[in-house]
């Protein structure tokens, strides 16, 4: 079956850190482009940063640029989105996304069931 | 960055009638648009790409329309299952790539 599991949301303090994972299954994880977007609480879909196929480039949201880092693992066909000086503001479920090419700026036709990240003190 | 707006914000439509979402770009798109369908607690699902190619396994009653900066969700005899909140996305000029704020569409 094709699909993506994210795992690693949870509950941290403002300034903390939070590291996303997300299984692909299903597909050649490899050859294809892959995404975070967020939904913050009653609010829209945001996009939030990507990694090419080979994981040889990276783009971010402005809102989380010098704060996050994505990469990818495909020998484990894993995606992570390290999240540093984490702010109120972060909290959302986050999905793993999958692109639809292995080129960066395509659309995207998989998406995961998401992680809560909720920021607190 | 390009802003992408829906309307209308929510829309009332009972079962079997239908059900027509817009949506529209600051600029030009081409046809790099693409329709997601979000029901709450799943993944969301991809409907339509390239503003009007349906993906595998959509139903025949969505389809999508237009061009350059404005674009057309329909979706042709609502079912129950089809309430829910739907998205564009344009996939022209990014990063960043950019949603649309949503249109719920709800049961009248």
């Known amino acids: 079956e094709v699909q993506l599991l994210e795992s690693g949301g949870g509950l941290v303090q403002p300034g903390g850190s939070l590291r996303l994972s997300c299984i692909a299954s299903?597909?050649?994880?490899?050859?294809?482009?892959m995404t975070w977007v967020r939904q913050a609480p009653g609010k829209g879909l945001e996009w939030v940063s990507v990694?090419?196929?080979?994981?040889?480039?990276?783009y971010y949201a402005d809102a989380v640029k010098g704060r996050f880092n994505i990469s990818r693992d495909s020998s484990k066909n894993t995606m992570y989105l390290q999240m540093d000086s984490l702010r109120v503001e972060d909290t959302a479920i986050y999905y793993c996304?999958?692109?639809?090419?292995?080129?960066?700026?395509?659309?995207?036709?998989?998406w995961g069931r998401g992680t809560p990240v909720t920021v607190s003190s | 960055d390009i802003v992408m707006t829906q309307s209308p914000a929510t829309l009332s439509v009972s079962p079997g009638e239908r059900a027509t979402l817009s949506c529209r770009a600051s600029?030009?798109?081409?046809?790099?648009v693409a329709w997601y369908q979000h029901k709450p607690g799943q993944a969301p699902r991809l409907l339509i790409y390239?503003?009007?190619t349906r993906a595998t396994g959509i139903p025949a009653r969505f389809s999508g329309s237009g061009s350059g900066t404005d674009f057309t969700l329909t979706i042709s005899s609502l079912q129950s299952e089809d309430f829910a909140v739907y998205y564009c996305?344009?996939?022209?000029?990014?990063?960043?790539?950019?949603f649309g704020p949503g249109t719920k569409v709800e049961i009248k």
């Open positions: 996304v999958k692109e639809a090419a292995a080129m960066i700026n395509w659309y995207f036709d998989l």
């Open positions: 990694i090419s196929a080979s994981g040889d480039r990276a």
């Open positions: 390239g503003a009007s």
């Open positions: 996305l344009q996939y022209n000029l990014w990063p960043p790539a950019t």
């Open positions: 600029q030009s798109v081409s046809s790099y």
């Open positions: 299903g597909f050649s994880f490899s050859n294809f482009a």
